[in-house]
């Protein structure tokens, strides 16, 4: 139990164009997803979290206007890149929160891998 | 949590050897500590997992160690598998949502 998809797994595309990545939670309930990203070596910065039927709550630093995140129902979050650029080049990854738990245990997507040329 | 740096530290075993992970933490108010691995290419996996009321878990082949004290965090793999090579993350929540990771340890494993 307990898994997440992501999709696209990879994706290349050309500069100035938008790209949308989804983030589903396949056998349970996420109330409360999020959004890392990871530059090769180094670790996973949160970019927002994304509640169900509310707006995303982005960390410091990251522009809500170029990450358009969409948490439209408990088991899908869709985080889209808007004027993609090359330095937007990254290791998307997803995460998805069950609800009701006592801890906040984290289930993670496989990624998404974006090429911005 | 830690500051994300630019190169990641290496820990080089051989197969069967013991390995030690170590990661420091900076929130004295964080309640809930992760371990993760990550291959190449695939997201974060859970490993194992300590509430801030222990200071030791033990899995399968695996131990958490965990010093309030001082702020740290451990992770040993007993006798090293190849398939253990990958990155390893620390994580840390401290009563949000959120987890905070630490800068990941590379670990490889000789056969």
């Known amino acids: 139990g307990a898994v997440v998809s992501q999709h696209p797994s990879w994706v290349i595309c050309k500069s100035g164009t938008s790209v949308k990545i989804e983030c589903r939670s396949l056998?349970?309930?996420?109330?409360?997803m999020f959004w890392y990203r990871q530059f090769p070596k180094q670790s996973l910065m949160l970019m927002a979290t994304?509640?169900?039927?509310?707006?995303?709550?982005?960390e410091q630093g990251v522009e809500k206007d170029k990450f358009l995140i969409n948490h439209a129902s408990l088991t899908l979050s869709t985080l889209t890149v808007t004027s993609a650029h090359p330095e937007d080049s990254s290791f998307y990854i997803c995460s998805a929160l069950i609800a009701g738990r006592t801890y906040n245990e984290q289930f993670f997507g496989p990624g998404t891998r974006l090429t911005v040329l | 949590g830690e500051s994300v740096g630019l190169h990641l530290p290496t820990l080089s075993v051989q197969e069967g050897d013991n390995s030690i992970i170590n990661c420091a933490y900076s929130n004295s108010a964080s309640d809930y500590f992760i371990w993760y691995k990550q291959e190449s290419g695939k997201g974060p996996q859970f490993i194992i997992d300590?509430?801030?009321?222990?200071d030791k878990r033990q899995g399968q082949r695996v131990t958490v160690l965990l010093n309030k004290t001082v702020k740290h965090l451990s992770l040993q793999i007993a006798a090293t598998q190849p398939g253990d090579s990958a990155v390893y993350f620390c994580a840390e929540n401290s009563g949000y949502s959120t987890l905070t990771f630490g800068k990941g340890t590379m670990l490889l494993v000789s056969p």
């Open positions: 300590i509430r801030s009321n222990m």
């Open positions: 994304s509640n169900e039927g509310s707006k995303a709550t982005y």
């Open positions: 056998d349970f309930q996420a109330t409360t």
